[in-house]
């Protein structure tokens, strides 16, 4: 979410993790004290605060990011290339339904069996 655009407010990333916005504030002062991101108070409007990832953050974000590859490739390397394309399909379709990938008229996307 906030590795993807350049800053967020506080409020937007509590609607988008679904918890409060105290509870997104509280937890942002706290990566803020590790380094990791850094709020901002808008100049005209204090109440409303910004937060941008920190170089540390993001190459702690990109870190973790390799992790998740390897253990996300190593689950799925006992599967055949068959298995692997039926699961992909799977997924898809699963993504289209939920929302979360835009249907496509070249592609598997959103076609049913």
Known sequence: MLSERDRMKIKDIAS????TAGSASIAAKRLERAGLVRRERGEKDERIVTVT????G???LDSWRRGQLVS???LFEPLSAREKRVLHGIL????????????STGSTRGKRS
């Not at 988008?16 to 918890?19: A, H, K, L, T, Y």
């Not at 990832?53 to 540390?56: F, P, S």
């Open 16 to 19: 988008g993790i679904g918890c």
């Open 53 to 56: 990832l920190a170089k540390k």
């Open 58 to 60: 993001a190459k702690k």
């Open 72 to 74: 996300m490739s190593a």
């Open 92 to 103: 898809e379709k699963a993504l289209v339904v939920g929302g979360d990938l835009p249907v």
